[in-house]
């Protein structure tokens, strides 16, 4: 297995979609925070990005970004108005009952799987 | 004295969130809701008041503009006097990065005070400024102005979603009530709550809260908060002390 996808990742976490992304891409990283400038400045192409926003406003920081796709962590789901912005954005929404940290750290020992695959 | 019916959270097409909101447009539904006093509040923005004042007949507009600030907490400001929104403006203006990306977050229309659209303005609205709570609420002070926290529960851009509480410092003028009431440990404190509708369609605008005074203006309200000099506020500000339990 080279490539880490979206589904990848929620069949191994146990995380549920909300909606899908136009075109499966590889998930190359992470990004996690909840103030939107600093992700608007930080998350990277490719990368998930963990959050506990729920807003509609998450879905244009993910195609401003180019992120893989937006996770929402904690328990918690997005709103009905972010699920019909980022369907018609073809924007990724999924979500996890663990939180941010946990779900960021499982996430990152897949990456390095996948890493040490790759290059082992 | 008499009843003044106001809707004190109004946004307009300049606010990019925002659809079929031009001065024109807000003023008509405003007028038709039975509203007397709306508060024009874009976001990071109040170059749009001056074109909602021309479109007014018998409302009247408090200018104002919804500051993001470094928290991204956000922060209605209003104003007696546009001079004051706009020297606000232009000290967020100076701290606010980035352009807006139109097709993503949506147009910023600037509208003149005929009515018309005149262009798109350019500075990315929907961004949090480089300024944080404290620097905003000195600046409105020293400018005269008054600052109502939006939305507080709102785990974005509200006060006590984004940072869990109300600093005990903060010069608050007010708070908007959330429309489902208070959680059981209310922070409100002695800061006087407001009903509004943060209207970003023209369908929401209402007379949300009502001031018995002798005309408009912040200094008035203020004291129709405090029940000061006969001045008090619409029965519907009792729901919020309700709210409270007490
Ligand atoms: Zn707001
Ligand atoms: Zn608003």
């Known amino acids: 297995m080279r490539q880490l996808t979206l589904s990848d990742l929620a069949q191994k976490l146990q995380l549920q979609f909300h909606t899908h992304s136009r075109e499966a891409k590889e998930v190359t990283g992470g990004y996690a925070g909840d103030l939107l400038s600093d992700v608007m400045a930080n998350a990277r192409d490719g990368q998930v990005w963990l959050t506990i926003q729920v807003h509609e406003n998450i879905v244009a920081v993910a195609l401003l970004t180019n992120v893989a796709g937006v996770i929402i962590t904690g328990g918690r789901r997005p709103l009905p108005e972010t699920v019909e912005r980022a369907r018609e954005e073809g924007v990724a929404i999924l979500s996890s009952d663990l939180s941010t940290f946990t779900l960021g750290g499982e996430i990152y020992r897949l990456l390095e799987e996948r890493n040490a695959l790759v290059h082992g | ?246």
């Not at chain 2, 409105?140 to 102005?145: C, D, M, S």
């Not at chain 2, 959330?178 to 409100?188: D, I, K, R, V």
């Not at chain 2, 005309?215 to 006969?230: D, P």
Request: charged content about 20%; overall charge negative.
């Open chain 2, 1 to 246: 004295m008499r009843w003044f019916t106001a809707d004190l959270h109004v946004h307009t097409d300049l606010s990019p969130c925002a659809k079929s909101m031009s001065p024109d447009q807000v003023v008509r539904a405003a007028e038709s809701a039975g509203v007397d006093v709306i508060a024009i509040c874009d976001h990071n923005s109040a170059a749009n008041v001056a074109a909602v004042q021309a479109a007014a007949a018998q409302v009247v507009v408090l200018p104002g503009l919804e500051v993001n600030t470094r928290e991204e907490v956000h922060l209605v400001c209003l104003f007696d006097h546009l001079e004051g929104a706009l020297a606000l403006q232009e000290m967020v203006y100076r701290e606010l990065p980035g352009e807006n990306d139109e097709g993503i977050f949506g147009p910023q229309w600037l509208y003149n005070e005929a009515g018309d659209r005149i262009g798109l303005e350019r500075k990315f609205l929907a961004g949090s400024c480089r300024l944080s709570m404290q620097a905003v609420i000195a600046l409105v002070n020293r400018l005269g102005g008054l600052v109502i926290a939006p939305h507080p529960m709102r785990t974005y851009g509200g006060i006590i979603g984004v940072l869990g509480f109300i600093p005990k410092d903060l010069q608050l003028g007010a708070i908007e009530a959330p429309p489902s009431g208070w959680p059981h440990h209310s922070p409100l404190g002695e800061i006087p709550g407001v009903i509004a509708s943060d209207a970003h369609r023209t369908e929401e605008i209402g007379p949300h809260m009502a001031f018995y005074m002798e005309r408009v203006g912040l200094e008035e309200m203020k004291y129709a908060w405090r029940g000061l000099e006969g001045r008090r506020t619409h029965p519907k500000f009792l729901m919020v002390k309700e709210a409270l339990g007490r």
